[in-house]
């Protein structure tokens, strides 16, 4: 079983910079996809990006240019780095997997895996 936890969340000023770390374990397939959601209050669930096994990365376009997802898989960690953050980019994130591919940004429903969140709140 596919298991991941996030970490890295906290406070950060208008055009600054954070780093979001995911630990997974459990992953035996070859083949697996990984992805940042992140979920404001009173706003649905969204997707941030996604990751597949062989390194190739997709973003949804409020974040492409200043988001950066990767993965070490010496380390069984999935990153998210966020640069030139926006108050609007304040919200719960949350790390997910899932077998197989991604092929694109899948929807939520697509993984199996998630973890508990870590809160990003962007703000002066």
């Known amino acids: 079983e596919m298991q991941v936890m996030e970490s890295g969340g906290g406070l950060v000023q208008p055009g600054g910079s954070l780093r979001l770390e995911c630990a997974y374990s459990?992953?035996?397939?070859?083949?697996?996809?990984m992805g940042w959601f992140r979920q404001s209050p009173g706003k649905e669930r969204e997707t941030v990006a996604s990751?597949?096994?062989?390194?190739?990365?997709t973003y949804r376009g409020a974040v492409r240019g200043r988001f950066t997802i990767s993965k070490d898989n010496a380390a069984n960690t999935l990153y998210l780095r966020m640069h030139s953050l926006r108050p609007e980019d304040t919200a719960m994130y949350y790390c997910?997997?899932?077998?197989?591919?991604?092929?694109?940004?899948?929807?939520?429903?697509?993984?199996?895996?998630w973890g508990q969140g870590t809160q990003v709140t962007v703000s002066s």
């Open positions: 997910a997997a899932a077998y197989g591919y991604c092929l694109g940004l899948p929807m939520e429903s697509r993984y199996n895996s």
């Open positions: 990751i597949e096994s062989d390194g190739t990365d």
């Open positions: 459990g992953i035996t397939y070859r083949h697996v996809c």
